[in-house]
């Protein structure tokens, strides 16, 4: 498969959010639909969903966006465009990262910022090294389908998001 040069989405943020949680850069679903976790295999939106205790998974998108805001929740990525064959978070290369410290410098209540999956937090974490944030880092099990660990599993991870939301 050739290589393509992959561009991720605009953040998905209000200024009052507590939580932001981080992916890599979108799938090749995602980027053809232009959403976020639009593969339906990807567990996304019922982790997330099970954080926020909304049924998120049977939102259609545009609502499962507005109980994120209303949640105080943002949504954005790592890594601002990078070359890949296909949606493999391992075949990334040439990666140009986001100023992610920049955009956790204009969210004044925010806690928490949550890496979805490895690359993610391999990523950011190098892009919030020394960032005037009190926001507390959490690495996350990826939600994608390309990790195995069971959804039970993931899941007493990803609740740990709550602390940020006073749920």
């Keep these: 498969m050739p290589t393509i040069r992959h561009a991720s989405f605009a953040p ?4 009052d959010a507590r939580l932001l949680i981080l992916g890599s850069l979108p799938g090749a679903r995602s980027l053809a639909e232009r959403r976020y976790y639009a593969h339906p295999t990807n567990q996304f939106w019922r982790l997330v969903g099970a954080v926020i205790d909304r049924p998120l998974a ?3 998108y545009d609502a499962r966006l507005a109980a994120l805001r209303d949640a105080r929740v943002g949504l954005w990525d790592v ?4 070359e890949r064959a ?11 990262a986001h100023d992610l410290a920049a955009l956790a410098a204009t969210l004044p209540a925010l806690r928490l910022i949550a890496f979805n999956g490895g690359k993610a937090a391999a990523i950011g974490r190098r892009q919030l090294a020394g960032a005037q944030t009190s926001a507390m ?3 996350l099990p990826s939600s994608s389908a390309a990790n195995t660990t069971g959804f039970a599993a993931k ?3 990803w609740l740990k998001l709550r602390t940020a939301l006073d749920v």
């Design 58 to 60: 049977g939102f259609d």
């Design 12 to 15: 998905h943020v209000a200024p």
């Design 137 to 139: 880092l959490i690495d």
């Design 86 to 96: 296909t949606s493999s978070d391992s075949l990334i290369r040439e990666a140009e």
């Design 155 to 157: 899941l007493e991870q």
């Design 79 to 82: 890594i601002r465009s990078a």
